[in-house]
């Protein structure tokens, strides 16, 4: 192991649009002792090829509600649920139900949905003067009502969502009892929400699931279409949200580089790509896994049996793999990055997140070709205590 003296995770973020300077410690060993904001101890895996294979390996279980495992926070397990398998071979079918409901077809035809709100978001922001705040003004707007046009929430309900969501996820931001309150009424929204499908389906992924989970012999119980639409709403706002802020921020504080990409939008896909490897807006707090054997990595260190174990999203920064890993390279190519997960844990709405943080770039850039940053990079502020480490705000001008 790297360290006996375990490190504080997430770590410190740099001030301006960079990578965490404490990230250089991975490079120490394979396996690196950390506290997490619980002050329960882990263990983050720092290789990429370890984390690669890891994803995969049966003895890191993910059901953390079941075992003995450390906490992400004091008060918020986030996404322990005991009810919930998310082990093979249950985690497996679930997951087969969801996908058929999530298809390419699905994806594909939302594609007009995603250019017009997007297209409606940057009038908005052109009819209103020649500034904005990026966050409130496009980056929480155009996946909340994406995915709420996927799922087939109602528009009138879409802030208290938003606002549910938010409190969900606090991990030190909320009082103990707001986070509760939050978690609660999520879930009896959810619950409201699914009964109203049953009763008169539409033509959105919830209605559908419902459809394939009737007819389909290892059917998704109540309980289970529940969380999973619970995870797919979670995961096709907020993350996607953050990402487009702070990617769109880490472009613009290198303006040599925005102006590459500028020049040339078919550079759009790779680029986002990159600004995903890059990405300083996450943390490898949702890989939580408990060790039900020791494990050994690739040199021969062991993951001890009982250990609560990260597997690092920050292994994007792992040199062996990625040529000048601490260069935004908007023109890398296999950018195999770790930010979806890999194997049978990648990311389910990885194409939806592609394809919105492809349009958003490409829609951004095309209308806007003076965009830049009103203020440094270093002056840019970041949320206190929540699960993403993106930017509360991000004053730009054209």
Request: glycine share 6%; charged share 25%; net charge negative.
């Amino acid at each position: 192991m790297s360290s006996n003296s375990p490190v504080s995770y997430p770590f410190p973020w740099a001030p301006e649009p960079d990578i965490p300077a404490d990230w250089r410690t991975m490079r120490e060993g394979p396996l690196l002792a950390i506290t997490l904001p619980s002050g329960d101890p882990a263990l983050l895996v720092t290789r990429y090829k370890d984390v690669r294979r890891l994803f995969a390996d049966e003895r890191l279980s993910r059901n953390t509600a079941r075992y003995p495992a450390s906490r992400i926070s004091a008060n918020n397990d986030l996404f322990g649920d005991p009810e919930i398998d998310n082990d093979p071979p249950r985690y497996l079918i679930e997951r087969s139900v969801v996908m058929r409901a999530f298809s390419a077809r699905r994806l594909e035809a939302l594609r007009p949905v995603v250019r017009q709100i997007t297209a409606e978001l940057l009038d908005a922001m052109e009819a209103a003067g020649d500034q904005a705040e990026l966050m409130e003004a496009f980056a929480f707007p155009l996946p909340i009502l994406v995915i709420c046009h996927m799922l087939g929430v109602p528009p009138q309900d879409r802030a208290k969502f938003r606002a549910l969501i938010d409190g969900y996820l606090s991990v030190s931001a909320l009082p103990d009892d707001e986070v509760e309150r939050c978690r609660i009424q999520y879930w009896e929204y959810l619950s409201e929400l699914i009964a109203a499908k049953k009763a008169d389906p539409g033509d959105d992924l919830i209605s559908e699931l419902i459809t394939i989970s009737a007819e389909d012999p290892e059917r998704l119980t109540d309980y289970q279409l529940q969380h999973w639409v619970k995870t797919l709403l979670i995961a096709g706002y907020v993350t996607t949200a953050s990402q487009i802020g702070t990617g769109m921020a880490v472009l613009l504080h290198r303006p040599a580089v925005a102006d590459e990409l500028k020049a040339d939008l078919d550079l759009v896909p790779s680029a986002v790509e990159e600004l995903l490897r890059y990405q300083i807006m996450g943390t490898s707090l949702g890989s939580l896994r408990y060790a039900l054997d020791d494990i050994d990595l690739l040199d021969g260190t062991v993951i001890p049996k009982g250990s609560t174990v990260l597997l690092s999203v920050e292994s994007n920064m792992d040199e062996e793999v990625f040529k000048d890993a601490g260069t935004l390279d908007i023109r890398r190519q296999d950018n195999h990055h770790m930010t979806f997960g890999a194997g049978i844990h990648f990311c389910a709405g990885a194409a939806l997140a592609r394809m919105e943080l492809q349009e958003a770039t490409d829609g951004l850039l095309r209308r806007f070709p003076g965009l830049r940053l009103s203020i440094p990079g270093a002056e840019l502020v970041r949320p206190v205590g929540g699960f993403l480490a993106g930017y509360a705000e991000i004053p730009v001008s054209w």
